[in-house]
């Protein structure tokens, strides 16, 4: 089965930094699009970012544009999400999902068959 472990959440004050990793095991994901999703209390599950597992394709919210960079490493089988000058409107749980349908990038959730456990970044003001 696909398996998705997120891990490197943390605090953080403004303006800092955190480096989120999402161990991916289970299948080979070669035409997935991996994401990054998260959601504050009080709030619906948004997109973060996205990207091709094979050719390293990348998509942002604009809310992220900029400041978080997502990227991986085959050989490791892991995703990462570099969060730069972090705002307290950061703070939120984020999820690791894949999305095996990668001919497309998609910023819907429901797109989304995997996903991991959360990890939870909180950003001090």
């Known amino acids: 089965q696909v398996q998705l472990v997120e891990s490197g959440g943390g605090l953080a004050q403004a303006g800092g930094s955190l480096r989120l990793s999402c161990a991916a095991s289970?299948?080979?994901?070669?035409?997935?699009?991996m994401g990054w999703f998260r959601q504050a209390p009080g709030k619906e599950r948004e997109f973060v970012a996205t990207?091709?597992?094979?050719?390293?394709?990348?998509d942002y919210a604009d809310s992220v544009l900029g400041r978080f960079t997502i990227s991986r490493d085959i050989a490791k089988n892991t995703v990462y999400l570099q969060m730069n000058r972090l705002v307290p409107e950061d703070t939120a749980v984020y999820y690791c999902?894949?999305?095996?349908?990668?001919?497309?990038?998609?910023?819907?959730?429901?797109?989304?068959?995997?996903w991991g456990q959360g990890t939870q970044v909180t950003v001090s003001s």
């Open positions: 990207i091709s597992w094979s050719g390293g394709r990348t």
């Open positions: 999902a894949a999305d095996e349908n990668g001919y497309y990038f998609s910023r819907i959730r429901y797109d989304y068959e995997y």
């Open positions: 289970g299948r080979t994901f070669s035409g997935f699009n």
